[in-house]
């Protein structure tokens, strides 16, 4: 019996909880975090901060952060400061202020009583507790938008006031709230809302190209040398794109993809491979959108289908796809379509997000449109379209 290796070197690098050692495409973000806590380090107990970091799903508001408190607590380390980054997911706690303070007072007092108090009373035995092991914190509310749902402004504004109550003793607490969208602010009083919106930092989608790089970096620590060609670097980027720059995503699919080639006790993971992985997170080609296609837009996209079965590329080009096609109508007994009216396929069939078509760049002899199947395996591909053509033409005939 053949042995077989796994094409992972270290999956746990994938995992959703793993802070990297670096955050490409977010040096700046993180650099202008870290000048705004400059003086947690430099002049300790001197003033508090305040900051938001808003962005989608996926791109990167907790890593950048979790990245920031290790970096600055290691630094404080070695200047001798004892800062603390305690790191609370409001939905996590269901959106209770009680839960998200027990969990910041349990950091330090681990056989705090678990009731018996208020919120507010345990946001001054919070407090209390900082003072008495001379201790610095950024405390950090991850998901705010459940805390602001579920209780509105008093545990925000009790949050970012409570230093003003104790102004002749050393300032302690400092925030860092993450939240998907700034228009949730809107539900909170204006008194509160302007405590929170002086320090904002914005997290833009991440683009192919940066998913890629990010893809790339991680790769290195997961994966085994050569597992991954770049190929199918390519296709789970772009797939990720198309999900709105969604860097959690583009990574959980990588981890899939690597998944699906162990299973199959491949070398490599292929770009197959990854077409399975996304159609198994999320199945975004249904059978009725295919059963709604005209008979010469299944043949067209099963010729696709099954070009890609027959190769490892991520992309073939629109002259492939044609012969691909010309195959299928000859099997099929069908006249096939002339160029401008696959052409017109093409698009359409990418407006129903079931290929994606670009133009070609270097490498490509020429100018043609290259497709892909980012979000669905060719095999399954295949599989449907040649039952449900098959149904078509027989009850034609």
């Not at 997911?89 to 018996?116: D, V």
């Not at 402004?153 to 002749?168: A, F, G, M, V």
């Not at 044609?322 to 359409?348: D, F, S, V």
């Amino acid at each position: 019996m053949l042995s077989y290796s796994s094409v992972f070197k270290d999956e746990s690098k994938l995992d959703i909880n793993y802070v990297p050692p670096r955050l490409p495409h977010r040096k700046a973000q993180l650099e202008l975090l870290s000048q705004f806590f400059r003086f947690a380090i430099e002049n300790p107990g001197r003033m508090t901060q305040r900051v938001l970091i808003v962005g989608k799903i996926g791109t990167g508001k907790t890593v950048l952060s979790q990245h920031f408190g290790s970096r600055m607590t290691k630094e404080a380390r070695q200047r001798k400061v004892n800062l603390h980054y305690v790191h609370v997911n409001c939905r996590e706690c269901k959106g209770s202020s009680f839960m998200i303070l027990q969990r910041a007072i349990l950091r330090f007092y681990p056989n705090f009583p678990k009731r018996g108090y208020s919120a507010e009373e345990l946001l001054q035995a919070l407090m209390q507790i900082l003072d008495e092991k001379n201790v610095y914190v950024i405390l950090v509310l991850d998901e705010l938008e459940a805390l602001i749902r579920s209780e509105g402004s008093d545990p925000i504004y009790s949050l970012t006031r409570i230093q003003e109550e104790r102004s002749k003793t050393a300032q302690r607490l400092s925030l860092i709230g993450i939240l998907r969208r700034i228009q949730d602010l809107n539900m909170l009083d204006p008194s509160t809302r302007s405590t929170l919106q002086r320090n904002i930092i914005h997290l833009k989608e991440y683009s192919k190209p940066q998913l890629h790089d990010i893809l790339d970096d991680r790769l290195t620590w997961a994966f085994k040398e050569n597992a991954v060609p770049s190929r199918t670097l390519d296709l789970i980027s772009e797939a990720a794109a198309l999900e709105g720059g969604d860097a959690r995503y583009a990574i959980e699919l990588l981890w899939r993809a690597g998944k699906y080639a162990d299973t199959e006790r491949s070398k490599e993971v292929l770009p197959e491979h990854a077409r399975k992985a996304a159609s198994s997170v999320y199945p975004v080609v249904r059978k009725d959108t295919i059963a709604e296609l005209s008979l010469h837009e299944k043949l067209f996209l099963l010729g696709i289908a099954r070009r890609f079965k027959l190769t490892d590329a991520a992309h073939i080009s629109i002259g492939e796809a044609e012969e691909a096609y010309a195959i299928i109508c000859e099997e099929y007994g069908e006249e096939k379509r002339k160029h401008t009216q696959l052409w017109k396929y093409a698009k359409q069939l990418s407006a129903l997000d079931i290929i994606k078509t670009q133009p070609s760049s270097l490498g490509y002899r020429g100018k043609t449109t290259l497709i892909s199947l980012p979000r669905i395996s060719a095999s399954e591909l295949e599989r449907e379209l040649s039952s449900v053509a098959s149904r078509r033409l027989n009850s034609a005939n």
